[in-house]
T-cell receptor
Framework: GENVEQHPSTLSVQEGDSAVIKCTYSDSASNYFPWYKQELGKGPQLIIDIRSNVGEKKDQRIAVTLNKTAKHFSLHITETQPEDSAVYFCAASYGDKLIFGTGTRLQVFP | ETGVTQTPRHLVMGMTNKKSLKCEQHLGHNAMYWYKQSAKKPLELMFVYNFKEQTENNSVPSRFSPECPNSSHLFLHLHTLQPEDSALYLC??????????????FGQGTRLTVV
């Protein structure tokens, strides 16, 4: 069935360190993989996305990699800052819908 | 401001009440979604509307009844809810073209408490 697994569920890092969050998906037909950041009291907001015809995408301190063969994709945040603290969700497309992972609570300590 | 507005932001209702959640998008998108977010199952897809037609009902109990009168508005009618239905209900919209998805924009959500 449609499934997205996300790890770890919580992640604590020191300011300036890197953070990596990993996801796997089940349907080889999935072709769109967004990452969302959710701050307290707000809805999720897109921070970066990648399509199946690309292996890697970078936007300043944030990068996403996709391995279609293994059905893995990962979020990399470098030089973390306290304002990066939030819950991060990966998602994979299934037809006209997005299925989300279970979320990673990232805490960046000053 | 994401272009997706949900009202109310907070709602407390008894188990015998009838209430409705409202979502409006100003982005010209053709697809709208209801998600339920709780501690046990974050971001659980409930309903999908594509060009006002419901294309997904993810085994949601009939006490939740969606309505999509046009591509800009989406409602979730609530009736005879249970305490375990307490959660954050998120609305989202996106532009679907064939099999290509685009970014889903989320509203701020309605925090629902059933007492």
């Amino acid at each position: 069935g449609e499934n997205v697994e996300q790890h770890p569920s919580t992640l604590s890092v020191q300011e300036g360190d890197s953070a990596v969050i990993k996801c796997t998906y089940s349907d080889s037909a999935s072709n769109y993989f967004p990452w969302y950041k959710q701050e307290l009291g707000k809805g999720p907001q897109l921070i970066i996305d990648i399509r199946s015809n690309v292996g890697e995408k970078k936007d300043q301190r944030i990068a996403v990699t996709l391995n279609k063969t293994a059905k893995h994709f990962s979020l990399h945040i470098t030089e973390t800052q306290p304002e990066d603290s939030a819950v991060y969700f990966c998602a994979a497309s299934y037809g006209d819908k997005l299925i989300f992972g279970t979320g990673t609570r990232l805490q960046v300590f000053p | 401001e994401t272009g997706v507005t949900q009202t109310p932001r907070h709602l407390v209702m008894g188990m015998t009440n009838k209430k409705s959640l409202k979502c409006e998008q100003h982005l010209g998108h053709n697809a709208m979604y209801w998600y339920k977010q709780s501690a046990k199952k974050p971001l659980e897809l409930m309903f999908v509307y594509n060009f006002k037609e419901q294309t997904e009902n993810n085994s949601v109990p009939s006490r939740f009844s969606p309505e999509c009168p046009n591509s800009s508005h989406l409602f979730l009618h609530l009736h005879t809810l249970q305490p375990e239905d307490s959660a954050l209900y998120l609305c989202a919209s996106s532009q679907i073209s064939g099999t290509a998805n685009t970014e889903a924009f989320f509203g701020q959500g309605t925090r629902l408490t059933v007492v």
